[in-house]
């Protein structure tokens, strides 16, 4: 298994986007999607104190956060990320789009690229995702993409896992 902290931050892309470092100047327009252990960040300030977190999760080897980029602009239209038991050799694989991105075919790039990566580089031999139950959008993309319902949690919340 190769966990993160990399010797440079990895960037991987497909013809459709680049998942890349969030930098300081990106953060403005991702506060409605910047989340930190379920809160969501109101302000910049909130955005960059939660982006400060994430990235020392990254340099103690607990997660990895990607910035989603369009590969025609480099602008910032969502999050993708493993956090959540990569020393077991497993991930929780997180996602978010800006809402005018939604159904354009990000979220599916970003997953593929973020799947391949975390059994290919890091080594994961579990992958899961978290979702609601009422977001039928991402039960689709998760199931389309050969997840697979495991668990129903408290919360209206729903538990996937890649095969």
């Known amino acids: 298994m190769r966990l993160p902290p990399y010797d440079n931050f990895p960037t991987i892309a497909d013809d459709k986007i680049i998942l890349r470092e969030i930098v300081a100047s990106d953060l403005g327009e991702l506060i409605e999607i910047s989340f930190y252990d379920g809160v969501q960040a109101k302000t910049l300030e909130e955005a960059a104190t939660m982006q400060s977190k994430i990235n020392n999760d990254y340099r103690a080897g607990n997660s990895i956060h990607w910035g989603i980029a369009d590969n025609t602009t480099n602008k910032i239209v969502g999050t993708c990320s493993y956090y959540r038991g990569l020393d077991k050799g497993e991930g929780e694989l997180g996602c978010i789009l800006l809402k005018q991105f939604q159904g354009k075919g990000f979220m599916t790039s970003a997953m593929l690229l973020a799947i391949d990566f975390g059994i290919n580089t890091i080594g994961l031999k579990r992958i899961w995702a ?16 050969n997840f697979i319902k495991v668990n129903d949690l408290d919360g209206n919340k729903v538990e996937y896992e890649l095969l």
């Open 130 to 145: 978290i979702t609601s139950q009422d977001n039928s959008g991402a039960i689709r993309l998760l199931e389309r993409l």
